[in-house]
């Protein structure tokens, strides 16, 4: 395994990350394909023996039961200072505001059953709470010692951008990483967010890496109950299938070429543009193996311009926009 700090802080993290929105009781109104504790617990037990010590969860994965899970699995066989904890706020009532974060941050401390999470990260930019009034409360809880660091999540790059200034100008806490969408079939982040979480040493770490498998396999579609029950990688990612086929072949193409996985190459583009761990949400331990072999492929600038050339402009996934309707109310689009 091979390990980074992560952003401007001293904290460890390995360039994987579990992505423990996998685990938790599953629903019809969450996600259907989500693993039991017994289940998960055969994961996070390989991770950890691949030397993988960052976790990533959130308040509202699977109701909040993704965090007890982990906090519960983490206890059992790992010690608390030799992984790091990453959860989130935001998809809560009252989003970003002052209420919200101390309020959220207490149960998801009760439910990972721990005193302290190692990175908090907001889920999504705020259109409705001051970023002054944001910023400050994260500080706090820098400052109370039940957040070492903060990170956030897929965003315009001005509103990340106008974050960090704020927390500069007033001595607050910045952010030290980004997890925004980003792999090979959604680039649209390399235009602002991600040259300026460059500028500021902001680490990367992207969700859906592998584009929810469409960067694994050479079936667009799957046949695992994920694959048949997860509408919102349908709603990210096949309306663009047209034109990104090609460059999951290419993918492909490349993976025979250097006897590597789909996976592997797909990562090892990850680490040639300077991410700093992926999430991965594997559902099965082989996967972190396969994961991990990406650390063997070594891309050259040929083989990346080969993987890119195919793409086009995307709309925007993942990023909320703020519109307003004639009574005034905010609403959100994904």
């Known amino acids: 395994m091979q390990y980074t700090t992560l952003g401007n802080t001293d904290i460890k993290i390995s360039r994987l990350c579990v992505g423990a929105m996998s685990y938790g009781k599953a629903s019809e109104d969450f996600h259907l394909w989500t693993l039991e504790e017994e289940d998960a617990e055969v994961l996070v037990k390989k991770a950890l023996e691949l030397g993988i010590n960052f976790f990533d969860t959130a308040n509202t994965y699977s109701h909040g039961t993704s965090e007890e899970y982990l906090g519960r699995i983490l206890k059992r066989n790992a010690k608390r200072e030799d992984v790091v904890i990453a959860t989130k706020v935001y998809f809560n009532e009252g989003h970003l505001s002052r209420e919200a974060i101390l309020r959220e941050i207490d149960g998801s401390l009760k439910r990972l059953g721990t005193d302290y999470v190692d990175l908090y990260i907001i889920h999504r930019f705020d259109y409705d709470t001051p970023i002054e009034e944001t910023m400050e409360a994260l500080h706090s809880l820098v400052r109370a010692g039940k957040v070492r660091a903060l990170g956030a999540s897929a965003m315009y790059g001005y509103q990340f951008h106008n974050l960090q200034i704020i927390a500069k100008e007033n001595g607050w806490t910045p952010f030290s990483s980004m997890q925004n969408h980003y792999n090979l079939l959604y680039r649209e982040d390399e235009r602002e967010l991600i040259p300026i979480c460059k500028q500021m040493g902001v680490s990367l ?15 667009w579609k799957g046949d695992t109950l994920r694959a048949k029950t997860d509408k919102v990688s349908v709603g990210k990612y096949d309306g663009t299938e047209e034109t990104d086929r090609a460059i999951a072949s290419r993918v492909a193409q490349l993976a025979e070429e250097k006897n590597a996985t789909m996976t592997q190459i797909a990562l090892a583009w990850h680490f040639y543009k300077g991410v700093a761990s992926p999430i991965i949400g594997a559902t099965k331990a082989q996967y972190f193996d396969d994961a991990a072999g990406a650390f063997d492929i070594s891309l050259s600038e040929e083989e990346v311009a080969l993987l890119e050339e195919c793409y086009v402009p995307h709309n925007i996934v993942g990023a909320l926009s ?9 609403k959100y689009k994904r």
């Open 205 to 219: 770490t992207p969700y859906s890496p592998l584009a929810a498998g469409r960067l694994s396999r050479k079936e």
């Open 322 to 330: 703020a519109t307003t309707d004639l009574s005034g109310a905010t």
